[in-house]
């Protein structure tokens, strides 16, 4: 059974930081790619930063110089380094993990943390 948690939510203040960790078991983690998405109620969950199982990370324009995404094979971890930290990066942040096989791919989605960003 495949499970992602994620931890490390919380609130901050405009201009803080905050670590997201998920650690996931049940998958062969080196081969997976993972992400982070974040969702605020009425939109659409929106991808923040992936990461290849080679290590090749990207990001959306809005976090770019601000979050540093990173795995650790031999923990079964992905983190997300949020920095410089804004009102609108307000929301749950979700960890996806992506594993794939000749003809099949599978989503794995953990439950969410919450970042709340307010003075």
């Known amino acids: 059974q495949v499970q992602l948690v994620e931890s490390g939510g919380g609130w901050v203040q405009p201009g803080g930081s905050l670590r997201l960790s998920c650690a996931a078991s049940g998958i062969i983690f080196s081969s997976a790619a993972m992400a982070w998405y974040r969702q605020v109620p009425g939109k659409e969950r929106e991808l923040v930063a992936s990461i290849s199982s080679g290590g090749n990370a990207r990001y959306v324009d809005s976090v770019k110089g601000r979050f540093t995404i990173s795995r650790d094979n031999a923990k079964n971890t992905v983190d997300l380094q949020m920095n410089s930290l804004k009102l609108e990066d307000t929301a749950v942040y979700y960890c996806?993990?992506?594993?794939?096989?000749?003809?099949?791919?599978?989503?794995?989605w953990g439950r969410g943390t919450q970042v709340t960003v307010s003075s």
């Open positions: 996806k993990g992506v594993t794939m096989r000749t003809g099949r791919t599978d989503n794995y």
